[in-house]
């Protein structure tokens, strides 16, 4: 079944209580938008529906009711999807807004997402440390980042079940194409409980200070189809260059620049293939684990390539 | 609103054949600052590459300032690398290597046109680094993978990029596949030989 086809015929299912909508015409006019038009499809499925919603005399979040799916949180990728969700409050926040009734975290095995519930949905307030199953909340996306809005459609069943709380870990493997500034060798923040890390001697919070050494790698993983990237510890960079802290402060000091750490390292793994696991963290994925691929199958890859 | 962390730019997998061919460039915007991208004749855009090769040759071209012209061969062509004043790293790494070296590059896509009218394609360098033959053997792979994929869906619909290529080049998809092919099967024949001589017993 081709892609528009499967769009087409979840876009009339939606509509299945509301209007008689056929799939075949769904399909045509998408086909019209997307192949006559050159509009890309989810523009497409969005004026689609829109006119649909028109036609009904129904507003976007009356649709969707039953169809949505049961996910995890980790593994929300694309926004205004009608989403089903088993998870424990992890965290409140304070509102910002009068708008908004709640706003936080909500976590299931797979990780952590944000929420929000409008006071104009009316709904239930949900309780810290108690784990819900929660029925059509819509995602939404904001530079890369995911989170599920609440609204007056979402039914909320509190659970009596102990929910573990993942690390939205991922694996990415990939080339090492570029190294960040702010790595190697580099100072941060002696002040308690911040770690930031010093520029030009200054922290952005606490000002001129001595400063810590500590050893960080900010890399990009590039596999040739999507940039990561990510972040290596003191230990990970330890474990990646097979550089000690103690070796590279005296490297710093021998060169009276601590910059000559990052080019020493930037040697010896830039253009070098690794997979790396670790929690995400905003954009980054912080390496908990790494390995180097090692030699490529050529067989099974030459079976692969002369079946396309 | 602006956004605050600009998307960076993939770094595409090609092969020297036809990343030469690659002389078509255009922007996605009117915006002085927009990136400009290579069109890839197998339908693609490229804004940045990642290659791994055999530096066979460096010379330094300049005049009065350091100009580094390296050529990075790969199973199908050569990449012609040019690092100045303004890649101080990159110039440096060439300065210091000794060909033949295998290297992985990362750089972006740069035309020019000769005085016969001739469009050249080749590599402004961000980095480069010696690696070893593990590296390269996997660069081959993912490449010729990559080029597979590219060619297959060349012909689909909704491929811009497909659609493009055909619009500007006349160059035939199936020369790359071909050439994709034929990068695996040599890597595949040389593992062979190099399994066999590891395999056989001490001074024989």
């Known amino acids: 079944m081709s892609e528009l086809r499967q769009e087409a015929e979840a876009i009339a299912e939606q509509f299945s209580d509301h209007l008689n909508v056929d799939a075949d015409e769904v399909e045509e006019r998408l086909e019209n938008l997307v192949n006559e038009y050159r509009v890309p499809l989810d523009e497409a499925r969005r004026s689609v529906t829109n006119s649909y919603l028109d036609d009904a005399g129904m507003e976007r979040e009356e649709i969707g009711r039953g169809g949505s799916e049961q996910v995890l949180v980790n593994d929300i990728d694309r926004d205004e999807q009608w989403v089903d969700l088993r998870v424990k409050l992890v965290d409140l926040w304070e509102p910002r807004s009068d708008a908004i009734s709640q706003v936080g975290l909500l976590g299931d095995e797979s990780g952590t997402i944000k929420f929000v519930s409008f006071v104009t949905s009316e709904l239930p307030k949900l309780e810290e440390g108690a784990s819900y199953q929660l029925s059509n909340v819509v995602t939404d996306e904001y530079e890369g980042r995911y989170s599920v809005k609440l609204n007056r459609t979402t039914t909320i069943t509190e659970i009596d079940e102990e929910i573990e709380v993942g690390d939205n870990a991922e694996t990415v493997e990939g080339a090492l194409v570029d190294i960040q500034s702010g790595s190697g060798l580099i100072k941060r923040c002696p002040e308690e409980d911040c770690t930031r890390v010093l520029q030009n001697g200054r922290c952005s919070e606490h000002g001129q200070g001595e400063g810590e050494f500590d050893l960080r790698i900010k890399g990009v993983l590039d596999d040739g ?6 972040i290596f510890d003191r230990e990970a ?38 997979r790396v696991t670790g929690p995400t963290f905003g954009r980054y994925v912080l390496v908990d684990e790494q390995e180097e691929p090692g030699p490529v199958d050529v067989e099974s890859a030459l079976i692969k390539a002369r079946s396309i | 609103m602006s956004q605050s962390t600009p998307t960076r730019e993939v770094a595409r997998r090609v092969f020297a054949s036809e990343f030469n061919d690659a002389g078509y460039t255009f922007k996605e915007s009117d915006d002085e600052r927009a990136p400009v991208y290579a069109l890839l004749p197998t339908g693609a855009s490229a804004n940045r590459v990642f290659f791994v090769g055999t530096l066979t040759e460096k010379d330094d071209v300049g005049d009065d300032a350091e100009y580094w012209r390296a050529r990075i061969v790969d199973p199908t062509g050569t990449f012609f690398v040019y690092a100045g004043q303004y890649q101080p790293e990159a110039a440096s790494a060439i300065r210091d290597l000794e060909a033949p070296a295998y290297v992985a590059v990362v750089g972006k896509p740069r035309t020019y046109e000769t005085d016969d009218g001739t469009i050249r394609v080749s590599v402004r360098p961000e980095s480069i680094t010696e690696v070893d033959a593990t590296v390269r053997d996997r660069w081959v792979v993912e490449t010729a993978e990559r080029t597979l994929e590219r060619v297959d869906a060349f012909e689909e619909e909704a491929n811009e990029y497909g659609r493009m290529a055909r619009e500007e080049y006349e160059f035939d998809p199936a020369t790359y596949k071909a050439a994709a092919l034929a990068a695996l099967e040599d890597l595949d024949e040389s593992d062979e030989l190099a399994g066999e001589t590891a395999d056989s017993p001490a001074g024989v």
């Open chain 1, 237 to 274: 960079t330890e474990e990646l260059t097979g550089m000690t802290l103690a070796e590279a402060k005296e490297m710093a000091m021998d060169a009276l620049d601590t910059t000559v750490v990052a080019e020493e390292m930037a040697g010896d793994i830039l253009g070098r293939y690794y």
């Open chain 1, 225 to 230: 189809r999507t940039v990561t990237e990510v």
